[in-house]
Structure formats: structure tokens, C-alpha cells
């Protein structure tokens, strides 16, 4: 995903704690003019009337480049229709999923809270974060479209609360590792730890870079009160052949037990590509192939 972007700092850069954000909405046009204004599955796009989705704050003290022992942390909020992506069981809805204080089409949600220790070679953070999984994102400078991915919406997780370790070995080289409570979850029905790891290489020149991240552990399965392993991966690969065009490939697996309506195992799984050129340095387009198999239909549709 591209990088945040300041929109406006409030203090100058020896501040220690940096302040930013960003507003992002949209409208989209449906032709069918349906009485709920309901376009279908949400893809941020699934409202035919104007929608405010992000109105988006950040408080933020980074670790720095020095050596040695630092301390940082992060503060995130958002108010807007992309509230329900960022919520926790726990904090925002209650153990078993059901709104809080969110009852409205916008609402208001904490998607990040952590504090954080080391250094740019070994970090540990410990809070609220958003997941390593996957390519898209929910904050609104990390994707490049304005609709999304269905390997966004329904196949993996968006936010943990636990631990997570980063280091980079070389510059080319990171590994990550932590332990959090499940998928967007602060406090559950039944509080489990799930392991969560990554690696990501990239050549010094940036013509290639390849990444693979996993989550295991116990989830919430079709039968009212037991859990069982749910594990997801997503790989990753990014080539550069040329300074102005980009193309990713993305493709993922997920597997739960006893997850379709039957009580058996359920599978999800599928492979996004996007392709990106640089018109002009501040201009670029973009394109994104899809391909999503909800195979015991319990993501979509279920």
C-alpha cells in the first residue's frame, strides 16, 4: 500500500508528537435508484447519495532513527461510514459483535492505540493495530482506488489487540512476529491467542519486493459457543520494471473449522493484481483484476 501522507502537520517537525489526518468521501451513482439507497456489498461504494467515510485523526510520537532505547506511540481516530471496518469486539461492539454506541449509518471508532519501544532495527509494539495481513487497508491514503477488493471486505481481519515484534535484519530484510486476540477483537466471547508473523524482502533498487504474512488461531465457528482454528495467509509480490509503472500480485487462502452451516471446514481464497503508472509525479492510474472464491459460501453470503 502507498504510504500515509501528512496532510497538514500543526507543529514543526522538532515536535515530538506529530498531528495529521485527512477527509475522504465520494458518491456513486446507481441508475437503479434503489428505495434503501443500497448499492450491495459494502465496497465503499454501496450507497447511491453523497457518503462522508473517513474523517480521519492521527496523534502520533514515531521511535526515530537513534539508537538505543525509544519510546513512541499512536493514537487513531475515525468518524465516518467506514466506522464498522475498524471496530473491536470488546471496545466499540459488545463481546458477542452487537453495536455499542454505533447505531447510525456514520459512527465513531479507535482502529489504532498502541505504545512502542526500540529502535528502526527492533521494535515491540503492544495495543491496537491495524493487521499485517493482506494488501488494502482501511485508513484511506493506503489504497489507491476508491472502491475495494473483496479480499478487503470479507476474507481477512483488520485490526488486533496484543503485541508485535519487528525487526529488520538488513535493510532489504524484515521479519515480524506477535501474539493478539484473534481477528478485531479487545475482549471476545472466548478470549484466545492467535500468532501472527510476516516477512518482506526487497532488492535495493526496488525492482522486486515479496512479502508473506499468516494468522492462526481460534475464531468463532458456526456452531453458537465453539471455536475453532481459523488460519489465513497473503503473498505478496511487487515488480518495478520501470520507474513509472508498478504491478503487484496478491493472492491469499483461508481455511476455518467448522465454518460452512453444515459444521465442516470452510475455505476462502483468491488472487488480486494491480497494475499502476506514473503519468506525472503527483498523477497516476491504476487498474485491479480480482478474483474471489468464497467456497462454502460463508463469507458474502453467509
Known amino acids: 500500500p502507498q504510504p500515509e501522507t501528512d496532510v497538514k502537520r500543526l507543529f514543526p517537525e522538532s515536535f515530538p508528537i506529530s498531528l495529521r489526518g485527512w477527509v475522504s468521501g465520494g458518491y456513486t451513482f446507481n441508475r437503479s435508484t434503489p ?3 443500497f448499492n450491495g456489498p459494502y465496497n465503499e461504494v454501496d450507497r447511491d447519495r453523497p457518503v462522508l467515510n473517513q474523517l480521519y485523526f492521527i496523534a502520533e510520537k514515531k521511535l526515530g532513527d537513534k539508537e538505543g532505547i525509544n519510546l513512541g506511540g499512536r493514537v487513531d481516530v475515525l468518524f465516518g461510514n467506514d466506522f464498522f471496518l475498524a471496530q473491536s469486539n470488546g471496545l466499540e461492539r459488545t463481546q458477542a459483535a452487537f453495536p455499542k454506541w454505533n447505531h447510525q449509518r456514520h459512527g465513531l471508532a479507535l482502529p489504532q492505540m498502541y505504545a512502542e519501544i526500540g529502535n528502526n532495527k527492533f521494535s515491540i509494539k503492544a495495543g491496537h493495530f491495524y493487521t499485517i495481513i493482506g494488501y488494502e487497508g ?11 477488493s473483496y479480499s478487503y471486505q470479507f476474507a481477512g481481519p483488520f485490526t488486533h489487540w496484543g503485541g508485535l515484534a519487528t525487526a529488520s535484519i538488513t535493510p532489504q530484510l524484515t521479519f515480524q512476529a506477535g501474539v493478539v486476540n484473534g481477528w478485531d477483537a479487545l475482549d471476545r466471547q472466548q478470549d484466545k491467542p492467535s500468532l501472527i508473523s510476516g516477512v518482506k524482502y526487497a532488492t535495493p533498487n526496488k525492482f522486486f519486493t515479496g512479502s508473506l504474512a499468516v494468522i492462526t488461531g ?3 465457528t458456526t456452531i453458537p459457543g ?4 481459523r488460519t489465513r495467509y497473503s503473498a505478496l509480490i511487487t515488480l518495478r520494471p520501470m520507474e513509472k509503472l508498478e504491478y503487484t ?3 491469499h487462502f483461508s481455511s476455518q473449522v467448522n465454518g460452512d452451516p453444515n459444521g465442516g ?3 476462502w481464497y483468491g488472487v488480486d493484481q494491480y497494475l499502476f503508472y506514473a503519468l506525472h509525479k503527483t498523477v497516476k492510474a491504476g487498474l485491479r483484476f480480482e478474483w474471489f472464491r468464497d467456497h462454502d459460501g ?5
Open 35 to 37: 428505495g434503501s439507497h
Open 138 to 148: 482501511v485508513p484511506a491514503p493506503s489504497n489507491f482506488f476508491y472502491s475495494k
Open 218 to 220: 481460534e475464531e468463532r
Open 226 to 229: 465453539v471455536f475453532g482454528n
Open 249 to 251: 500480485f496478491h493472492q
Open 265 to 267: 471446514a470452510a475455505t
Open 298 to 302: 460463508t463469507r458474502v453470503s453467509g
